[in-house]
């Protein structure tokens, strides 16, 4: 019998919950229905998200939040320009979280109502309750998520629905009124207000009426056909859900991620962001994450794009191991059902560098295994013979890769073929091949920028993909060596030492003494993006080269400032040059995923001043407006603060409100704490140039780990093993296993460490023994100002 999961499925129904069984997804969700608003059902109520979500990884607690308007005035606020083809924060201008303001600015007392769903998952058994803070006429609707279920009874306080093999049973408890039976929304929207009408037999809508004394309570349950379903779900007590509910809030309180100090409150919009994008796909049954929620239409699962997913898959790995398997597993199941040529056209190699740190966090090789095949068929795919004797994307043969496309040009328009090619990256209309959107996102190519008929590939090879792929055929062959797989393991070992020399040899600029992609007519591209600073991931960029590319991000004139980073340097004639000429989409924005790519090589280069501090701008960059309006931007304006007035039509760039990759800027800060490394095994943490901050509560290969970074101590926590540096220090490479303790540390004055392991042998710095005192369970030592490797032998395995 297939497993039943719990939660908001439908793409836009995060005001219900939903339970899924195999393919039959059926479940609640309310609307507060204005006859100028519609259902206000679905996009609205993203748009008026209210105060934190709570969505612990059990499901022992969820709960959310948002705003309806309940006056002329509430709705002319909130509706007086359009929003639904809007990609834009427009309409979400101060929310300050309180119950004086709605989406679009200040509001008066009684303009809108807060409505709080909170529900929570026993066994199989889902308890819940719709509370309001003021009166509000409501409409809940018992549907099927995906597909049109059957309605077979429809009571006052009872709903069955059927669809497929499985049932939903609803008990409620309220101030509801007879349940209207309509076939779709449109019907529900007549009905609701009174337009009489036969009646369908798909969706159960109750008219209900909330107020601050007249919760609305339910039980839910699914079970399959054939069932007793009078017998199989409690009662909706209000006396015991509330119970319920308690209980679970506090415990996931108590267990919760959370981080203090300089990194305040950024654990928590982690946390929240991964159970927001928690969602179900219907087609393969089984959990996935969803980049966002506004974007997929009524009735519809997340949305699955590529490095996207990979993303929400590694963000939820720090608190929710399971959604983060799951997510993993399904995303790299969408590139190999068709092969890596035929799946998603996104495919920017950060993809199998994120995988392998999700994997890292983890700990899954289970799971490795079962996703190694198409994450090895990924790697292979750029030079593998695309069946008549030309590779699929070195179009000019000169063993570097190149954007392009897999499809026959003969299938489709020359304009989506172009932006496709565009799109492989991620990077969209960025200048490095681009010169910006035209009407119907067609691809417009950048001077000197062709693209090839024959190799279907843009005539422009790019540092970031080539430096990318270096970096993800090391970190990838750590995980081959580990699983055992030593043919895929030599493979990858080559291709990284033959693609970084032909790096070196082709991709280095003379005249900006930086690498730099290079058109196929020999001449270097003159545009300045992030992905310059791609190569520090690689070992590449070092000496002179790394001067100049610390120069380059610290030059405000360039680089640096209070937004960071932006895609296109300040000084390039491509910057801000879009639709808004403010840095529309990947022409001057500060993107979370490449702010993060580049952290990483900040990191790799050991510029631990300079990343601690591009880690604070970053995190308060996103604090700012997760704290003011619960926002999460797809991207960041790379001067200024975001505009709320700018009407971004779709297919035109702008920036979605609430996108879960924006929690990749809070990792910058977290990381600094505590990391998995990417160029060499083991962790890294620690760094005394931040504000001191503590991350506590997070998992790491299924262990709850806390760590803390600061000036005046290092200090990682777990059950297996325990370190503290005083004063702090960064700690880099650190393993803890059969074979021993092993870190390198490059103290800045004499450092007291105190360390919890059991060990039977002697303690090395450099290779010359340390002295070593007892203080209970703790080792204690000091090392010198300087460069130190610290070896102790026979650890208990951590």
Known sequence: MPEVYAGAFEGQG???????????????????????????????????????????PDQGYVRYSWRAPVTRAGIKRFAGRPYSNVNAPTFQAPLQRHPNRLAGGEVEGGEAVRVTLEWRLEGEVVLGRYTADGPIRAALFVNGCFAPARVHVAEPSL??????????????????????????????????????????SAIAMYPVNLHSEEPLYFVLRSVAIGERMSVVAPEPEPATIDRALAAGAAGYEAARMRSHGGLAGAAEAVA??????????????CLQTTVNRTWPGPNRPGCIFGWDNFFTSYLAAWEDSALAAASLEHVVRTYGERGIAHGPIQRNLIIPIIYCRTLDILGDEALA???????????????????????????????????????????????????DAMD?????????????????????????????????????????????????????????????????????????????????????????????????SGAFSTVKTMTNFYPLLTGLAEGKVAERLRAMLLDPAQFWGDNLIPTVSRDDPAYCDGLDGRGNYWRGNCWPPTTYIVYLALKEAGWDEVAAEYARRVVAQFMEYWRAYGHAYENYPPEGKVDHTFPYVGGWGGREVRYTWAGL????????????????????????????????????????????????????????????????????????????????????AETTIRLRVAVNGPITCNGAPLPVTRDGAWLVFTLP???AAVTALAATPC
């Open 785 to 787: 100002a300087g460069e």
């Open 159 to 200: 709903c069955v629905l059927l669809q497929g093999d499985a049932g939903l049973l609803v008990k409620l408890r309220g101030a509801m009124e007879t349940p209207l039976l309509v076939d779709n929304l449109w019907q529900a929207e007549q009905r609701y207000f009174g337009v009489e009408g036969e009646p369908g």
């Open 14 to 56: 995060i005001a219900g919950v939903s339970l899924a069984r195999g393919a039959d997804v059926l479940g609640i969700r309310l609307a507060c229905p204005q006859m100028s608003l519609g259902l206000f059902d679905g996009k609205p109520v993203l748009l008026t998200l209210d105060a934190p979500e709570t969505y612990a």
């Open 424 to 520: 492989e990256t991620g990077y969209d209309d960025i200048p490095i091949y681009s010169a910006g959107f035209t009407d119907g996102r067609r691809g417009l190519l950048a001077d000197g920028v062709e693209f090839d008929w024959e190799s279907r590939c843009l005539t422009v090879t790019q540092v970031g993909q080539n430096s990318l792929y270096v970096a993800a055929c090391r970190a990838m062959a750590r995980w081959a060596e580990r699983l055992g797989m030593a043919e895929d393991a030599a493979w990858l070992r080559a291709e990284e030492a033959r693609v970084a020399d032909r790096i070196r040899e082709c991709l280095y600029d003379d005249r900006l003494g930086i690498y730099q992609d290079r058109l196929w």
């Open 272 to 285: 929240g962001l991964a159970g927001y994008s928690r969602a179900y796909d219907p087609e393969r049954q």
């Open 369 to 419: 295994r079962r996703t190694w095949p198409t994450m090895i068929a990924f790697m292979r795919f750029w030079f593998a013979d695309r069946g008549d004797g030309r590779p699929w994307r070195d179009g000019n043969g000169d063993g570097l890769i190149e954007s392009g496309v897999s499809v026959d040009p003969r299938h489709t328009t020359p304009g989506r073929l172009i932006s």
């Open 665 to 748: 800027l809070l990792c910058c800060g977290l990381e600094e704490c505590f990391a998995p490394e990417i160029r060499q095994p083991g962790l890294r943490f620690g760094n005394p140039y931040m504000e001191e901050s503590t991350w506590e509560g997070f998992l790491f290969n299924g262990r709850r780990y806390s760590a803390t970074a600061g000036p005046a101590r290092t200090h990682v926590y777990c059950d297996a093993w325990e370190l503290l540096a005083e004063p702090g220090l960064t700690v880099r490479g650190f393993m803890a296993d059969a074979d021993g303790i092993r870190f390198t540390a490059a103290p800045r």
